[in-house]
């Protein structure tokens, strides 16, 4: 879109300028505030009791239709038996996009709750992957990450961002996925020895990626907390345990 210009007037100094204003891309997903409701049939609330309405159902509308503005603190001294209830609203109206959900579920992260401890994404194949790490791990969330990885466009750069993502518990990369090698874990191997990266990842899935060698088992032996390594397809599947000595990974079932 071309820009659009203004004359504009400076009346402390007297000086008269052009002001140009060009429209450009968000360099914020869109999708963290998506959501499929529509605050219509709350802009139109009418109290069906007699009066006024209640403190509570007026807060609950102000929030409701100012979802973007909500904030972690926003709820440091709400009790759950209230956030509960505002949370269902949310949900009622199909307002509860993801960050609203990343709100709550940190703010209420100890109640036993399915539709906060839980949530399940799919991002677009065009979905601009540089966004998604710090999306998924913002500082208003301390939840776990399981990633799914199924394109095959992502850039060696798109997979460098991975160490950005603090709370990834699982990665799972499969099918059409962008093919892993030993230089891509050798990357993150050493993003972990000089940068703590993935301090949270237990589990990691690798499926058809035979440019794994046997190389790198010693390298992923180095993070801290990866407990299971589920590999189909790699070069060293078939491997004797006797080679397998000395990588820091013990066979389990073939």
């Known amino acids: 879109m071309p820009p659009t210009k203004h004359v504009e007037h400076d009346s402390k100094s007297g000086l008269t300028y052009k002001e140009s204003q060009v429209k450009v891309r968000s360099m914020l997903p869109d999708w963290i505030d998506k959501t499929t409701g529509c605050n219509r049939e709350i802009k139109r609330f009418r109290n069906k009791g007699r009066g006024v309405p209640s ?15 909500l904030r972690l603190d926003t709820f440091e001294n709400v009790p759950w ?11 009622k109206h199909h307002l509860d996009s993801f960050r609203v959900w990343q709100i709550f ?7 036993k709750h399915p539709h906060i401890q839980y949530r399940k994404l799919i991002f677009n194949p ?8 710090q999306s998924l791990n913002p ?21 460098s961002l991975l ?21 891509y874990i050798q990357t993150w191997h050493n993003e972990v020895i000089e940068n703590s990266a993935f301090p949270k990842l237990r ?3 690798f499926a058809h990626q035979p440019r ?8 992923l032996a180095a993070f801290p907390m990866l407990k299971a390594c589920h590999m189909t397809g790699a070069s060293f599947v078939d491997t004797t345990d006797e080679e397998l000595s000395g990588t820091g990974w013990q066979r389990k079932g073939r």
Do not use: H
């Open 105 to 111: 579920a940190n703010a209420y992260s100890k109640e």
């Open 212 to 219: 794994v060698t046997v190389n790198s088992l010693p390298l």
């Open 55 to 69: 403190l509570e159902a007026m807060a609950t509308r102000c929030l409701l239709l100012n979802a973007k503005e």
């Open 203 to 205: 589990v990691l899935y």
């Open 139 to 159: 500082p208003y969330f301390n939840g776990l990450t399981y990633l799914t990885i199924t394109s095959g466009d992502l850039t060696p750069a798109d997979l």
């Open 81 to 91: 038996v209230l956030g509960k209830k505002i949370w269902e609203e949310f949900r």
């Open 126 to 133: 065009w979905e601009r992957f540089f966004l998604i790490p």
């Open 163 to 183: 160490p950005q993502l603090a709370n990834l518990a699982v990665l799972s990369m499969s099918g059409g996925a962008t093919k892993v090698n030993d230089i």
